[in-house]
């Protein structure tokens, strides 16, 4: 069992930058793919970044250059630090931990989420 606690959330003004952090206790942080997705109002949840265990990155194509995930197992947290935001990344954001299935991920933990607002 893994839980998640996401913070560093609020609002910020276009071109601003936030850090957004995960922190994660109850099981063994290392073995986990760690995953940032959004969701914005009326929209559906979107895969924003994810870190394999062994440090491998990607990236949704409208982020890339702009925000950078990183994660630190000694200290179980995963980080997403957002630069040159828009107001289109105003979102809920919510940290997941899973593992390879397939040709894809299975995301078995979720966050509660914490919201970015970005607006003037």
């Known amino acids: 069992q893994v839980q998640l606690v996401e913070s560093g959330g609020g609002l910020v003004q276009p071109g601003g930058s936030l850090r957004l952090s995960c922190a994660a206790s109850g099981s063994i942080f290392s073995l986990y793919a760690m995953a940032w997705y959004r969701q914005a109002p009326g929209k559906q949840r979107e895969l924003v970044a994810r870190?394999?265990?062994?440090?491998?990155?990607n990236y949704e194509e409208s982020v890339k250059g702009r925000f950078t995930i990183s994660r630190d197992n000694a200290k179980n947290t995963v980080y997403l630090q957002m630069n040159s935001l828009k107001p289109e990344d105003t979102a809920v954001y919510y940290c997941?931990?899973?593992?390879?299935?397939?040709?894809?991920?299975?995301?078995?933990?979720w966050g509660q989420g914490t919201q970015v607002t970005v607006s003037s």
């Open positions: 870190i394999t265990s062994g440090g491998s990155t």
């Open positions: 997941t931990a899973g593992v390879k299935y397939g040709v894809g991920y299975r995301n078995d933990y």
